[in-house]
């Protein structure tokens, strides 16, 4: 009996030893599922994040509603990924992977609402309608307005008319030109400034055009065609004024490249960090 007793003992130490062995090597395989999690995790992060970039600086609705789509579907992998990721990590109960998942998923989770807000703001394209809207549509009717305030002053002598008709065709084209510097505008005080600015130049044209229409020896129909080109140009004023006032590419640019910015260098650092725990090469060495 005493003679069994070590090669019982030697069964047994190899029989412990295979199935420690085999044990380890599917736990190695399961820290490596993680790790690639966490690899598709980031490439999907950053995919969603040049994709967010291209449709802020998108210049067609198409274009930017379209990059906006591929941003949302590159976070849509990567809450799927997260998914997959915390059932395992959640499985195996790791304090310390447990501790650095919640902290990327609160980083995670701020970014989206960012993303969420930035989106809206990047299709919306406030600034370029009105940017369009100006150059065109604003444009013509502009010209349009001038042309038979050209002809109005060609029609009399009388120097108050003229002088008149003068000041009406500077003011005019001063709010024009205030219109287009509104579009870029950044600051609601100095949007407020030049908001002030058409409006006093609005009414001097308003009291030009009433002058004249008091004249008997003006053609009647070029004041009324002048009347009528310029309340389709004050309706197109307020237009551009709504969409400019809105801001929506100005503000989607600097949310972009400052609050986003920040917002996603705490993402992946802490997507990093949960990366560095999980590691199997370090965890075969610990």
Known sequence: MNALAPRMLLVFWITF?????????????????K???????RHALLQSVESEKSAVLATTDKESEALADQSRGSTK???????ELRTLITQ???????????AF??????????????????????NLKAARTMMGEGGAVLDRLIDVLDQLEKAT??????????????ATLRIHSTLLLHIPAAEDAEMTRMEQQIEALSDAVDGNLSALRESSELPADQLAAATEAWGAYRRIGSEVLRLSRENSNVISFDVSVHEKRYATRECLLALAALRAEI????????
């Not at 030893?17 to 599922?33: D, K, T, V």
């Not at 790790?35 to 995790?41: S, T």
């Not at 992998?77 to 998914?83: C, I, M």
């Open 279 to 286: 590691d199997p090469t370090q965890r075969a060495t610990r």
């Open 77 to 83: 992998e990567v809450n799927q990924l997260l998914d």
């Open 92 to 102: 195996d109960a790791e304090g310390p992977e447990t501790e650095k998942l919640a």
């Open 157 to 170: 002598a009388q120097p108050d008319a003229i002088r008149t008709i003068s000041r009406a065709s500077v």
């Open 17 to 33: 030893s295979a199935i420690a062995g085999c044990s380890e090597e599917p736990l190695f395989e399961r820290e490596l599922h």
């Open 105 to 126: 998923e609160s980083t995670w989770s701020a970014l989206q609402k960012i993303d969420q807000r930035l989106l809206e703001l990047a299709v919306a394209n406030t």
């Open 35 to 41: 790790a690639r999690l966490i690899d598709d995790i």
